[in-house]
T-cell receptor
Framework: QKEVEQNSGPLSVPEGAIASLNCTYS??????FFWYRQYSGKSPELIMS????GDKEDGRFTAQLNKASQYVSLLIRDSQPSDSATYLC??????????FGKGMKLTVNP | DAGITQSPRYKITETGRQVTLMCHQT?????MFWYRQDLGHGLRLIYY???????DKGEVPDGYVVSRSKTENFPLTLESATRSQTSVYFC???????????FGPGTRLLVL
């Protein structure tokens, strides 16, 4: 059973701080990693994808992947109240199917 | 550009009734997926389809039926709804097996 684990949270940070979201996965052959953001009552929307070890930056978002440790993280710099949402980690392991973590709820306090 | 749409957005039904949730995408994506999202379980794959007339089971297929006669449509049918099928259902699509999945707006289903 392929598993994706996220800290259940919730995580609360002040506006302007760095929010760090973490995810571990069980399948060593996992190849593709995604972070989705889901606002309350809405559908998941992709914010980052990462396929190689290291960091990938997109604006205020940085995804970090460490395949040896089976760990992927998402950093949100200069957090804004509009970043308050649930963040879903998803992992693809050699098939068309994604396995999702249960999500981490982030609250950014003004 | 409509993208991916789902209908109905909200549905209340009774135990034992048949319910069909619709999913339509305008991107001509090959792959389509049905997920359900429940508190404490996250997103779980019900069924997916690689192309028209090709479907396969996901993690939680029991009680559900799918079909895909046209590339753009992927309906999900609950043949005899049960209370445990009360959930939020999301349809998603991707261009290929390795590309990003994009989600529809979801259908909130309540089975009484």
């Amino acid at each position: 059973q392929k598993e994706v684990e996220q800290n259940s949270g919730p995580l609360s940070v002040p506006e302007g701080a760095i929010a760090s979201l973490n995810c571990t996965y069980s399948d060593r052959v996992s190849q593709s990693f995604f972070w989705y953001r889901q606002y309350s009552g809405k559908s998941p929307e992709l914010i980052m994808s990462i396929y190689s070890n290291g960091d990938k930056e997109d604006g205020r978002f940085t995804a970090q992947l460490n395949k040896a440790s089976q760990y992927v993280s998402l950093l949100i710099r200069d957090s804004q109240p509009s970043d308050s949402a649930t963040y879903l980690c998803a992992v693809r392991s050699g098939s068309e199917k994604l396995v999702f973590g249960k999500g981490m709820k982030l609250t950014v306090n003004p | 550009d409509a993208g991916i749409t789902q209908s109905p957005r909200y549905k209340i039904t009774e135990t034992g009734r048949q319910v069909t949730l619709m999913c339509h995408q305008t991107w001509s994506h090959s792959y389509m997926f049905w997920y359900r999202q429940d508190l404490g379980h996250g997103l779980r794959l019900i069924y997916y389809s690689a192309a028209a007339d090709i479907t396969d089971k996901g993690e939680v297929p029991d009680g559900y039926v799918v079909s895909r006669s046209k590339t753009e449509n992927f309906p999900l049918t609950l043949e005899s709804a049960t209370r445990s099928q009360t959930s939020v259902y999301f349809c998603a699509s991707s261009e290929s097996r390795t590309t990003v999945q994009y989600f529809g707006p979801g259908t909130r289903l309540l089975v009484l």
